[in-house]
């Protein structure tokens, strides 16, 4: 049995090894074994603090698991302060704070029920926590554990049943096997690590042997991404030093894309918000850029378009407006939206709305309580403050026959396992990635984005054309596979044959099932603990008496 009674010198170490293990382990480093491991200290941290010898061992834990936690953080997405430092600093400290809730649920729950139901507890804790933060106003699901693994997407081909989730599933449990194995056995055997080792091992061989026996379904279509690079503090939007007229924007995106379609291409696809004009919807056809992007598909037998906007819709007053419109005396009350454009061969226009919006970027979190913070929202460049959106996923069908019927997945959107699902479901056989990744610098930023992307095409089995305005645009195969990349900070348009399957994947069918199912156990273990405590009205634990006092 592993004594730890006298290493409470060991728990900043603790808590900085942790961190540093899950950085080492988080794309796009590939090392991702290290994952199997980074939890562990967090737990041993919980172990020392548990002797009777700490007077406030509940304050002591959340003190240790914070610093471990705003450690990973800042290890991984530090990048977030290259557009404001001090956002970026808010989001590591708050993201970290956030964290510390199951973590410390499962104390409290340990102390009380014991070892063989408390860590479980964390498993169940700790799922629930990673659901509930990819559906509120403050979603941040970046380091949903799930992702740690997009470097190596050939280990979790079986995420097409069942998500990103459980890929988190599989790091919590064998985190906890690895710890108790060390903890319970530290020198007198191996035998306690053969089963951690094989819950390793097993679900990365048949993830291999899915991927290697995996064939590409569906018919095929050539397709074309673009990117542009326009430098977006400086030269896409008005505000810049050296901003690049819309006209000339418009200009490079149209060469980069005549060098390289074909008689043949059936699909261009142009990155966010690719042209920076502000397009009032219901006079969208009258603009003379949406008439030069009609003459230049119009002309192509078979080819439709897919482009980022800036668009916006008015109210005719304030009872008829959103809970996200603004307000101006020039305009009345209007909304704006981040939008795919889908223009058809025939001059048909299509318009989704982007959804899962940044917060204290495209959105400000619970705008009914919290709209006169407005002002205060992150400028990214463009229209800035809380945008509009909409309820159901738009399919952009193709307007041939039997075409690729694109799911226009706009930027931080991609990051949802169960939320790029639901275009899927809608009848999406390609999905197409429009973002703006260079706001975050030559950074990992923009890297672990993309390597996301891969996640996604494997839960749904769905072909991903992915076009940047600066980041990496590029193609993904069904099994996770980038068939080409552009390089960063260049102009680029690439073609591919991409295959367009119509099958859905048990995930594309049912979505995230093991999330909710965690918030439910969560619910029931909160209760039997509340219950055990009014009931007993002492802690129960195996290793020492409990205390008088907590």
């Known amino acids: 049995m592993w004594k730890a009674a006298n290493n409470r010198k060991y728990l900043p170490l603790l808590a900085i090894a942790g961190a540093f293990l899950l950085w ?23 172990r020392i603090i548990e002797h009777p010898s700490f007077t406030r061992p509940a304050a002591t834990f959340f003190k240790y698991a914070y610093l471990f936690f705003v450690l990973w953080n800042a290890f991984v997405t530090y990048w977030v302060s290259y557009s404001t430092l001090p956002g970026g600093i808010a989001a590591v400290l708050c993201n970290a704070l956030l964290m510390c809730i199951p973590a410390m649920l499962f104390f409290f729950t340990k102390r009380r029920l014991g070892p063989k139901i408390g860590y479980p507890s964390f498993i169940v804790y700790w799922l629930a926590f990673e659901y509930f933060h990819l559906g509120w106003d403050l979603t941040w699901p970046w380091l949903t554990l799930g992702n740690g693994f997009a470097q190596r997407p050939e280990w979790v081909q079986w995420y097409e049943f069942t998500g990103f989730l459980g890929g988190s599933v599989w790091l919590l449990v064998v985190n906890i096997l690895f710890f108790k194995a060390f903890v319970d056995h530290p020198t007198k055997t191996w035998k306690p690590y053969l089963l951690p080792a094989l819950l390793v091992v097993i679900p990365i061989a048949i993830s291999y042997g899915i991927y290697f026996s995996y064939e590409e379904k569906g018919a095929e279509a050539e397709v074309v991404v673009v990117q542009p690079n326009i430098d977006p503090y400086e030269e896409k939007f008005r505000d810049g030093k050296n901003y690049l007229p819309i006209d000339q924007q418009l200009g490079r995106l149209l060469t980069l894309s005549e060098q390289t379609i074909t008689p043949k291409t059936q699909l261009l696809v142009w990155p966010e918000t690719a042209i920076g004009e502000n397009f009032q919807e219901d006079q969208i056809h009258s603009y003379p850029n949406i008439n030069t992007l009609k003459s230049f598909v119009g002309s192509r037998p ?29 305009l009345g009350y209007y909304d704006v939206f981040n939008t795919g454009m889908y223009l058809t061969n025939k001059g048909e226009i299509s318009l989704y709305h982007k959804s899962k919006l940044v917060p204290g970027v495209e959105k400000l979190p619970y705008p009914k309580f919290f709209k006169f913070l407005g002002p205060l929202a992150i400028d990214l460049g463009g229209m800035v403050g809380t945008h509009g959106t909409q309820e159901e996923r738009t399919v952009f069908p193709h307007s041939g026959t039997g075409q690729p019927a694109s799911a226009p997945v706009i930027c931080y959107e991609s990051v949802y396992g169960g939320y790029v699902s639901e275009y899927i479901r809608n009848g999406a056989t390609l999905i197409c990635i429009i973002t703006n990744d260079g706001w975050w610098s030559d950074s990992p930023g923009y890297k672990q984005h993309l390597q996301y992307a891969t996640l996604r095409a494997i839960e749904n089995r769905r072909s991903i054309a992915r076009s940047a305005n600066t980041g990496i645009s590029g193609f993904i ?18 073609r591919e044959t991409v295959k367009l399957n119509t099958e859905l994947t048990v995930f594309s069918r049912t979505g995230d099932l093991i999330g909710p199912a965690a918030q439910w156990l969560t619910l029931a273990l909160i209760f039997y603990v509340l219950l055990h405590k009014i009931l007993l009205r002492k802690p129960h634990h195996p290793h020492y008496e409990p205390r008088k006092s907590l």
């Open 24 to 46: 080492l382990g988080w794309p796009v480093k590939p090392l991702p074994l290290f994952l199997f491991f980074g939890l562990v200290p967090l737990f041993l941290m919980e």
């Open 302 to 330: 078979g080819l439709d378009l897919l482009a980022g906007i800036n668009s916006y819709t008015l109210y005719p007053d304030e009872k008829s407006a959103t809970v996200s419109a603004r307000f101006r005396e020039d």
């Open 477 to 494: 195969n069904q099994r996770g596979d980038f068939l080409q990349k552009s390089e960063w900070w260049k102009q680029a348009a690439l």
